[in-house]
C-alpha cells in the first residue's frame, strides 16, 4: 500500500486520535502507530497481529484487536539509562526474542494494551 493511501487512513483512524498516537512508516511498506516516549530514539510502534501473533503492514482499527506493543532499545546510546529501562520492561514480562534485549514487545487488546503502553512510558519518564 503506498504512503498517501496509509496517510489517509491514519486521518480516518478514530483510535489514533482518541489515543494520542502518531503514524509511523518505518519503511518497506510498513506502517505502524506510534506513541513517542520523552527518551530521544525511543518510541513505541503498534500494529495489529494475525492468528500466528505476526503483525500486520496495516494499522489497529478496533480497540479489541490483538496487537503488539514494541520497543527499539539499539538507538539508545546512553548505557546506564538504557539499563534502567530494560528493568523496567523486564518487571512487567515483555518479550524479547533475544538475549539482546534490544527489541522488547508484548502482545494484548488494542485498548488494554494501550494503557500498559502508557504506565510503562510513565515509569520511563521518571528515569530519564
Given at each position: 500500500m503506498n504512503t498517501?493511501?496509509?496517510?489517509?487512513?491514519?486521518?480516518?483512524?478514530?483510535?489514533?486520535?482518541?489515543?494520542?498516537?502518531d503514524n509511523y512508516h518505518s519503511g518497506g511498506g510498513c506502517f505502524h502507530l506510534a506513541y513517542?516516549?520523552?527518551?530521544?530514539?525511543l518510541m513505541w510502534l503498534i500494529n495489529d497481529i494475525d492468528e500466528s501473533n505476526e503483525p500486520s503492514m496495516d494499522y489497529p482499527t478496533d480497540e479489541n484487536q490483538n496487537c503488539m506493543f514494541g520497543l527499539d532499545l539499539s538507538y539508545l546510546e546512553d548505557d546506564v539509562q538504557t539499563e534502567q529501562?530494560?528493568?523496567i520492561l523486564q518487571k512487567h514480562n515483555l518479550i524479547t526474542i533475544d538475549d539482546s534485549y534490544d527489541h522488547p514487545f508484548f502482545y494484548d487488546t488494542f485498548k488494554s494494551g494501550v494503557k500498559k503502553m502508557k504506565a510503562i512510558t510513565n515509569e520511563i519518564k521518571e528515569v530519564s
Amino acid at each position: 500500500m503506498n504512503t498517501a493511501i496509509m496517510d489517509k487512513l491514519y486521518e480516518e483512524n478514530a483510535l489514533a486520535k482518541k489515543h494520542n498516537l502518531d503514524n509511523y512508516h518505518s519503511g518497506g511498506g510498513c506502517f505502524h502507530l506510534a506513541y513517542f516516549t520523552n527518551v530521544e530514539g525511543l518510541m513505541w510502534l503498534i500494529n495489529d497481529i494475525d492468528e500466528s501473533n505476526e503483525p500486520s503492514m496495516d494499522y489497529p482499527t478496533d480497540e479489541n484487536q490483538n496487537c503488539m506493543f514494541g520497543l527499539d532499545l539499539s538507538y539508545l546510546e546512553d548505557d546506564v539509562q538504557t539499563e534502567q529501562i530494560v528493568e523496567i520492561l523486564q518487571k512487567h514480562n515483555l518479550i524479547t526474542i533475544d538475549d539482546s534485549y534490544d527489541h522488547p514487545f508484548f502482545y494484548d487488546t488494542f485498548k488494554s494494551g494501550v494503557k500498559k503502553m502508557k504506565a510503562i512510558t510513565n515509569e520511563i519518564k521518571e528515569v530519564s
